[in-house]
């Protein structure tokens, strides 16, 4: 247990990636993150809830739908 004045380091790059929690944690899988509600710390969750969050989907639909358009042919 924690006592006052530990240090205590939170390391969110390994959010989203216990094999308890998730079936092959390091695998590509981007269906995982489609549940309703949200079971993952890509943007956060109520009072921390990413304010970016919009900006990030937009931009990734802008991407995605020039990347089909352009590349579609190569």
């Known amino acids: 247990s924690a006592k006052p004045g530990d240090l205590i380091i939170l390391l969110t790059a390994a959010a989203n990636r216990d094999p308890r929690r998730y079936y092959q944690p390091e695998a590509f ?5 489609s549940m309703s509600p949200p079971d ?4 956060g969750i109520g009072p921390h809830f990413c304010l970016g969050r919009q900006v990030a989907k937009i931009s ?3 991407v995605a739908t020039w990347c089909a358009a352009h590349l579609a042919d190569r």
């Open 29 to 33: 899988d981007p269906e995982r993150y």
């Open 40 to 43: 993952h710390l890509s943007f």
């Open 60 to 62: 990734a639909e802008k």
